[in-house]
T-cell receptor, first 114, second 114 residues
């Protein structure tokens, strides 16, 4: 069965410093992988997705992620954090084995200090 | 139009009330989903509709009753809810859950049961 593990429940950075949110996945098929962001009391917004095309995926707001099959990872990065990036981030996997139903990681809370 | 629209945005209901949540998409997607999200937790799958037929029910209590009147609409009928049912209810859609693809999420309905 597909699954996704977000390795950190909280990540704290200073404004202007790089962001790294880690995600590892498990899938017996060719997965689709997504990162979503959720600001407090809001719904989910898609940041970026990987669906077997280019392994380096660029998303909105300066975020990008790299699909590494050998490491079963799909980490989310941003060169310079902004205060408005403070939110909950979810890594999501879907594959044939799970009937392509989105399966969520537990979430990582990004805290940005001034 | 790449939006999933949910109404209402907020709902407060008593334990004896009957209310409905509504979800609409006009992307031609044939798979639609209901998720429940408690605070500080990832979304949990409740129901999946495929081609307007209920495909998956994740052992959801019968006080939640989904309905898919046509390919663009998804409702969630609520009756005799409990305070612990208070949560953010998210609707999502994708092209076809058997084929895969990007899932689009609505902004959610924040439900409070009093």
């Amino acid at each position: 069965a597909q699954s996704v593990t977000q390795l950190d429940s909280h990540v704290s950075v200073s404004e202007g410093t790089p962001v790294l949110l880690r995600c590892n996945y498990s899938s017996s098929y060719s997965p689709s992988l997504f990162w979503y962001v959720q600001h407090p009391n809001k719904g989910l917004q898609l940041l970026l997705k990987y669906t077997s095309a280019a392994t380096l995926v660029k998303g909105i707001n300066g975020f990008e992620a790299e699909f590494k099959k050998s490491e079963t990872s799909f980490h989310l990065t941003k060169p310079s954090a902004h205060m408005s990036d403070a939110a909950e981030y979810f890594c999501v996997v879907s594959d044939q084995g799970g009937s392509y139903i989105p399966t969520f990681g537990r979430g990582t809370s990004l805290i940005v200090h001034p | 139009d790449t939006e999933v629209t949910q109404t209402p945005k907020h709902l407060v209901m008593g334990m004896t009330n009957k209310k409905s949540l509504k979800c609409e998409q006009h992307m031609g997607h044939r798979a639609m989903y209901w998720y429940k999200q408690k605070a500080k937790k990832p979304p949990e799958l409740m129901f999946v509709y495929s081609y307007e037929k209920l495909s998956i029910n994740e052992s959801v209590p019968s006080r939640f009753s989904p309905e898919c009147p046509n390919s663009s609409l998804l409702n969630l009928h609520l009756h005799a809810l409990q305070p612990e049912d208070s949560a953010l209810y998210l609707c999502a859609s994708s092209q076809d859950y058997q084929v895969g693809g990007k899932a689009f999420f609505g902004q959610g309905t924040r439900l409070t049961v009093v």
